[in-house]
């Protein structure tokens, strides 16, 4: 039996790459100095999953910025529009071209389009493929990986995402051809990269392809077999793994099995009903290892060792122990790196978890308690363990009557605006009295590093309370004072007073507890603190209103209020076990319902809700949506529907690919929605042409992840563009998303220029 690793965090568990990809993209460190931290990382992670007790140790799971366009270089699949700048700017730059965008005097190019890994809060950088694609070998990170590992005495397992997964993940950019048929021109690359690795001595090699979880056609199962078939017979003696998580095999389990493949990963966390399926398999091969994926990747809590240990043993039973290996679900890319850093969380809480690290040791241990020799310390471990799995399920941290009855009187009523929408809209526009083509913003406004100081500077109590919320209280002032200057119709106080939406509200709602380091990569330099929502969700004070009329005093234009929606603030934590997500979610969405009545109450005519990660808490199966998505919009709406017709609702959503939900967004019954759509050419729009869209609409103008500034005609033709499907009277001008990730400079121009974009369009419809 063998313990191996999927992937382990590579952000550092103090954020050090992180903090030197800013300082690299800063120019207040040199690409050696970047290398150089990227190497440390690299080695801190090898060796702490070595000493775990690790035997298959993953390489390549490192990225500076993200693993799917690690890929797209290591294949050749460079967009021609970097290609371009071949000569100006070094391979690292260029690199980071892609991810982010460039913008100086030699060099202006958009960055790729950037998209949720399949239901996680991470982001990957979507390959583009065109009619002639080519694909041409780039071993160095892969291979020069694999030896750095080697030299510290470590048979590494580098890590690939398959060739099926990896031309699914990304999108024709002309017409006339399906990305799968550029197949037998990526099928060599991937054979010559094996070759090498085959070459330098590796023996194991991951193929990571989760859209094993999706429904795939025949067709697609049959490249599947072309492709592990290839690699088999090309070079027979490299063992292959093929690693499948977020959800079953399911309908490809047939397929699957044919697959001429050594191990088969599966994620029994999000599918634990597998495991017999494929034990009583007629296609299972005889000599074909499982390994089973019990240690959760994409949770928090701790594992519960016995049931682990019994599903391992009924395995064991069956395929004997050499043909049964553990390991996390999925990779632990998901997780934060290391509980021991926590010091201030609630103890009897922190006893229910476990990070990355630690789920390490889960793998190792369950391994050794079932050696014929396990420890004393072994059994001891499993033993506090039990009691901790025990502990949680009794304890009355978690369950709170109030919630209880609450949930038990919900109406029906309660899930349904008082007048259908045209009537709202009226209603609404007799209120507001905005232009044509209103502008607005998502929400928040630049977090410079004299905000971010404040925040750490409150924390270590080297300001008061009062001197904090002074400053932030400036600071909005300030925004609102400028948002007024350069004419955008309905303001934002700028969120300057929140970290992270999802960390703001949950600290201040029961039922939630927070790390101090409890950080996950969301994209590139990106990372959030996932809240700990471990008991039932109530709202014991005012969360937002004190801001918002703050703000609402301080200007005659309407002040949006800005709240996180329910099932955003339960995608974006890390959440119970013990009750049905669709439950956790009601709860917060009363706990919402309660601040937009007092947001409502204290005269704010505009509400926004957030919900960006809708579309991501998306089942992979189709069969499982409907499901979903009832629940999702219900508690999307009971947190909206008590106010009156003339208040406004407005969500935001990120993350495109929307087509495929639109209708659901439209259940939503919210009166205006703001979009992103800006890095996909506003794709969205194509959802318009045949669905009749009957409420306001902002599809984003432009693209925020970039700190390019975008040019007024760009904007223009985009809402040009949009203007074609969708009547004039609804749409809205804003940009993809908030601007917190951005600096003041690039802020004010872009927003200057959004503003002339919605004159230019005023103007072109008179
Ligand atoms: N209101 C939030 C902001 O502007 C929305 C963030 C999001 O959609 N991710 O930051
Ligand atoms: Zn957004």
Redesign the pocket.
């Known amino acids: 039996m063998r313990t191996h690793n999927l992937g382990y965090p590579r952000i550092g568990s103090q954020r050090e790459l992180k903090k030197a990809c800013e300082n690299f993209w800063a120019g207040r460190i040199t690409a050696k100095d970047l290398m150089d931290i990227g190497l440390k990382i690299r080695r801190q992670n090898w060796k702490i999953q070595q000493q775990a007790g690790i035997d298959l140790i993953p390489v390549n799971d490192f990225s500076l910025y993200d693993q799917v366009l690690d890929m797209t270089v290591t294949l050749g699949a460079i967009p021609e529009r970097y290609q371009k700048f071949n000569d100006s700017l070094t391979p690292l730059e260029g690199y980071f071209a892609m991810a982010r965008g460039l913008q100086n005097e030699k060099v202006d190019v958009t960055a790729m389009e950037m998209t949720k890994w399949f239901d996680t809060n991470y982001h990957y950088l979507v390959p583009e493929f065109s009619i002639s694609q080519t694909f041409q070998l780039d071993s160095r990170k892969v291979v020069g990986e694999f030896l750095e590992a080697k030299q510290l005495g470590i048979q590494a397992k580098p890590v690939l995402i398959g060739p099926v997964s990896y031309l699914l993940l990304g999108k024709e950019k002309e017409s006339g051809f399906h990305r799968l048929s550029l197949l037998p021109a990526l099928l060599p690359v991937y054979v010559n990269l094996l070759k090498e690795l085959k070459a330098n001595g590796a023996e194991y090699i991951q193929f990571d392809e989760p859209f094993l979880a999706l429904d795939l056609t025949p067709l697609e199962q049959d490249f599947l077999h072309t492709c592990y078939e290839t690699f088999r017979k090309e070079i027979p003696e490299l063992k292959l793994i093929l690693a499948n998580y977020f959800d079953c095999y399911g309908d490809n389990l047939d397929a699957a099995l044919k697959l001429p493949v050594d191990v088969l990963h599966l994620d029994l966390v999000r599918c634990s009903s597998q495991l017999e399926d494929i034990l009583t398999h007629p296609k299972l091969s005889k000599t074909t290892v499982l390994s089973l994926g019990l240690v959760d990747g994409r949770n928090i809590l701790k594992n519960n060792l016995q049931y682990s240990l019994d599903t391992l043993q009924k395995a064991i039973d069956q395929l004997g122990k050499e043909r049964v290996w553990v390991a996390p679900s999925c990779s632990l890319l998901h997780v934060p790196c290391d509980l021991d850093l926590e010091i201030k969380l609630n103890p009897e809480i922190k006893d229910w978890l476990a990070f990355a690290r630690q789920k390490l040791d889960e793998v190792a241990k369950l391994k050794e308690l079932l050696s014929p020799v396990a420890s004393l310390s072994a059994k001891d471990y499993l033993e506090t363990n039990q009691s901790s799995i025990k502990n949680r399920s009794v304890s009355s941290l978690i369950h709170n009557p109030k919630v209880r009855d609450r949930i038990q009187s919900i109406q029906e009523s309660d899930y349904k605006r008082k007048a259908p929408f045209p009537i709202r809209q009226k209603a609404q526009r007799d209120k507001l009295g905005l232009p044509l083509f209103p502008t607005t913003t998502?929400?928040?406004f630049p977090q410079t590093t004299d905000i971010r100081q404040l925040r750490s500077q409150l924390k270590s109590g080297k300001i008061s309370p009062e001197t904090y919320d002074e400053k932030i209280k400036a600071a909005t002032v300030d925004a609102i004072r400028w948002q007024e200057e350069i004419g955008l119709d309905v303001l934002v106080h700028g969120?300057f007073e929140r970290n992270d939406?999802v960390e703001y509200f949950g600290e201040l709602l029961e039922g939630f507890a927070f790390s101090q380091a409890g950080w996950v990569q969301s994209y590139g330099s990106r990372c959030v603190k996932p809240p700990i929502l471990y008991g039932d969700v109530w709202r014991s004070q005012d969360l937002s209103v004190g801001w918002t009329t703050y703000a609402q005093q301080h200007t005659d234009k309407p002040m949006k209020g800005?709240l996180t929606g329910p099932v955003t603030i339960l995608q974006w934590s890390f959440v119970r076990d013990d009750q049905p997500r669709s439950l956790t979610t009601r709860q917060i969405a009363l706990a919402i319902r309660d601040e937009v009545a007092a947001l409502e109450a204290a005269g704010i005519a505009i509400i926004?809700i957030?919900e960006?990660a809708l579309r991501e808490g998306l089942p992979l199966r189709k069969k499982d949506w409907a499901t979903y998505l009832d629940w999702a919009v219900r508690a999307f709406r009971l947190s909206c529907s008590g106010v009156k017709n003339e208040t406004q609702i407005h969500t935001?959503m990120?993350y495109s690919e929307f087509n495929d939900i639109i209708q659901s967004i439209a259940d939503m019954d919210a009166d205006v929605i703001t979009i992103e759509t800006s890095r996909s050419e506003m794709e969205l729009l194509d959802a318009f042409v045949n669905f009749k869209y009957p409420y306001e609409i902002g599809p984003g103008v432009y693209d925020i992840h970039s700190p390019r500034v975008p040019q007024v005609r760009e904007m223009v033709h985009l809402l040009q563009k949009a203007a074609t499907v969708i009547p004039h009277e609804h749409l809205w001008v804003n940009p993809d998303?908030?601007?917190?990730t951005r600096g003041w400079d690039e802020t004010r121009e872009a927003l200057k220029n959004m503003v002339e974009a919605a004159k230019q369009m005023r103007q072109s419809v008179r």
Do not use: A, N, R, V
């Open positions: 998502i929400g928040s969120e939406m800005m926004q957030d960006p935001h990120c998303c908030g601007l917190k």
